[in-house]
């Protein structure tokens, strides 16, 4: 099994604070996506990334994809309340994906 | 905008009954997807549909079925619900192409006593 460890898996920080979280490989992957999940939510598709170092942007977060591809980081610049959620990190395998267990991320005012 | 619909929302039941969880997309994807996401387990897929007409296991498949009853609609049956299916059930769909996102319903939250 082609398995995805996220870290840390919980995660508690006060609003303005930054976060990084990580999702790690033994072997290399094709593409990462990266989901955020809301309470009560399905997952929602924030990034994919392809090429080994890429490095995304959307707001406040910034991705990157290792330049050996087995792993990626997610950083968060100035996290606000509305940042807590579930972030989930997901491996393409034959057609389908393949999830780590998730960070959870809660942000206090 | 309603992308993928789940029914119902929640459901409980006995150990020994059935039941079947509804999917619907409206994308025209051809690909559709069940997972169940336990605390601490993330998402485990439990079987697939590539296409109208097709459908696979998964990781979990065990104690499910699946019907792809057209390109809009795949459904999830328990036959004889167990309390180890406890869980919260997502369906997913997505483009043709594996790196396109899978989108996903709200969840149906499934407790079985």
């Known amino acids: 099994t082609q398995l995805l460890e996220q870290s840390p898996q919980f995660l508690s920080i006060q609003e303005g604070e930054n976060l990084t979280v990580y999702c790690n490989s033994s072997s290399v992957f094709s593409s990462l996506q990266w989901y955020r999940q809301e309470p009560g939510e399905g997952p929602v598709l924030l990034v994919t990334?392809?090429?080994?170092?890429e490095v995304k942007k959307l707001k406040r977060l910034t991705f990157q994809f290792g330049d050996a591809r087995k792993d990626s980081s997610l950083h968060i610049t100035a996290a606000q309340t509305g940042d807590t959620g579930l972030y989930l990190c997901a491996r393409g395998s034959q057609g389908n994906l393949i999830f780590g267990k998730g960070t959870k991320l809660s942000v206090k005012p | 905008n309603a992308g993928v619909t789940q029914t119902p929302k929640f459901q409980v039941l006995k150990t020994g009954q059935s039941m079947t969880l509804q999917c619907a997309q409206d994308m025209n994807h051809n690909s559709m997807y069940w997972y169940r996401q336990d605390p601490g387990m993330g998402l485990r897929l439990i079987y697939y549909s590539a296409s109208e007409g097709t459908t696979d296991k998964g990781e979990v498949p065990n104690g499910y079925n699946v019907s792809r009853l057209n390109k809009r609609e795949f459904s999830l049956r328990l036959e004889s619900a167990a309390p180890s299916q406890t869980s919260v059930y997502f369906c997913?769909?997505?483009?043709?192409?594996?790196?396109?996102?899978?989108?996903f319903g709200d969840g149906t939250r499934l407790s079985i006593l």
């Open positions: 990334v392809v090429t080994g170092g």
């Open positions: 997913a769909s997505r483009g043709e192409w594996s790196n396109q996102p899978q989108h």
